[in-house]
């Protein structure tokens, strides 16, 4: 009873943006994103779209944004005024990844980092079908989420009670996945959590 009523305090306090940022500069780790993904991030010139980007926090360790071409887009217009503000340099926009603004094939490289965790599989469905074609044909897509993982108690008790609601196994997250060709599977330590790492291309149609 007192631990779910501080859950939903939690919950309420990081949906202020600015607690949000704090949290996200606190708690996490994305020096450890930005190495697992530094073969397909350390190219200049790149066109990157930050797929639900909250406050900015990870672009700025993730993103090189002097030489690289920054997109971020964020469904709560707070978060996304936070991190346009984070990252000048860059572009952020409030938007609903599941029908994104944009012309098809504008991007080299999509990410999601700890986002579908937050969405049903019918969603993270409608997103990766925009996501396809936002991305330019020869695009990749990278993916971090967070796993439960035996032995860990510390971090499952925290992903128990975590706001996103849809923490999956591998499978369940390599189930939304089917119509992407998988380059890259393996998983790393995110923080206190351990997370699937995924490197997508997009399957030619048939
Ligand atoms: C845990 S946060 C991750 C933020 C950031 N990517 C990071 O690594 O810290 C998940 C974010 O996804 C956003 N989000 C959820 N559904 C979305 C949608 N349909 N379109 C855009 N953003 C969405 C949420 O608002 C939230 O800011």
Sequence with gaps: ?????????????????????????????????????????????????????????????????????????????????????RNPKGKVLAMDATKMDFPSHSFDLAFFSGVWHHMDDKTVRRVLVETKRVLKTKGVLLVAEPLFTPGRWYSNMLLKRDRGRHIRTRDGYLALVKDWYTERERTFNFSLHRSLSLVLRPKAPR
């Design 1 to 85: 009873m007192m631990n779910s009523l501080l859950t939903r305090l939690a919950h309420r306090l990081l949906e202020v943006p600015m607690i949000f940022e704090l949290q996200e500069s606190l708690c996490n780790d994305y020096g450890s994103i930005r190495k697992e993904f530094s073969e397909y991030l350390s190219k200049d010139g790149l066109k990157i779209l930050d797929i639900g980007c909250g406050t900015g926090v990870s672009a700025s360790v993730i993103v090189d944004m002097e030489h690289q071409s920054y997109t971020g887009i964020e469904l709560m217009s707070g978060y996304a005024a936070i991190a346009a503000k």
